[in-house]
């Protein structure tokens, strides 16, 4: 079954560029119809969808960060990207990347049915 | 933006009772767009409920989600311990396409 898995620096310095990697396996990332998101948590908290990108390279951000935001997709190493720039101690959390369908499926909705394990950034 | 807020914020009770946890938002939902998560330490959220009602994958039958326009529940029908976690309730959509609630807590009492 496909599974994603995150990787990527865990400490970033203020005023740089965070950067991850979520990297399909079990299926391709250019087949079906489906969005691909990451979404973030600081310790504590809850959850805050950053933005999503479909095989395409159509991508949607949230406004709150959407001029800070940039997410990329290459699809033959079936991985997509998230650049997070001018990072501040806010930033700091659990980064988290996920799918949803585009349509209405049949056995997920439009949720998020598979997550990776999130990986832990810390601006400091 | 949508905003959903869950109550209660905390929740003390003890396996075998029963329980439902609400999830608010700030303008009407539509059905098809309401989701629920469980999330226990250190592990990614796992997808309970879609379409409002309907539960995903793998999901015990003691788990059940109801609600329409504003106000959403899922109700857990007996509590057994490894239910005890945080739960989120998503909405699918509106600008941004997804948020979240703050999250409800559900601790063992």
């Known amino acids: 079954q496909v599974q994603l898995q995150e990787s990527g620096p865990g400490l970033v310095k203020p005023s740089q560029t965070l950067s991850l990697t979520c990297t399909v396996s079990g299926g391709s990332i250019s087949s079906g119809t489906y969005y691909w998101s990451w979404i973030r948590q600081p310790a504590g908290k809850g959850l805050e969808w950053i933005g999503r990108?479909?095989?395409?390279?159509?991508?949607l951000y949230n406004p709150s960060l959407k001029s800070r935001v940039t997410i990329s997709v290459d699809t033959s190493k079936n991985q997509f990207s998230l650049n997070l720039t001018s990072v501040t101690a806010a930033d700091t959390a659990v980064y988290y990347c996920?799918?949803?369908?585009?349509?209405?499926?049949?056995?997920?909705?439009?949720?998020?049915?598979?997550w990776g394990q999130g990986t832990m950034v810390t601006v400091s | 933006e949508i905003v959903l807020t869950q109550s209660p914020g905390t929740l003390s009770l003890s396996p075998g009772e029963r329980t439902t946890l609400s999830c608010r938002a700030s303008q009407s939902v539509g059905t098809t767009y309401l989701a629920w998560y469980q999330q226990k330490p250190g592990q990614a959220p796992r997808l309970l409920i879609y379409?409002?009602?309907t539960r995903a994958t793998g999901i015990p039958d003691r788990f059940s989600g109801s609600g329409s326009g504003t106000d959403f529940t899922l109700s857990i029908s007996r509590l057994e311990p490894e239910d005890f976690a945080v739960y989120y309730c998503q909405q699918y959509g509106s600008s941004p396409p997804a948020t979240f609630g703050q999250g409800t807590r559900l601790e063992i009492k």
């Open positions: 379409g409002a009602s």
């Open positions: 990108i479909y095989s395409s390279g159509r991508t």
């Open positions: 996920a799918r949803h369908q585009s349509y209405y499926s049949e056995t997920s909705g439009y949720a998020f049915d598979i």
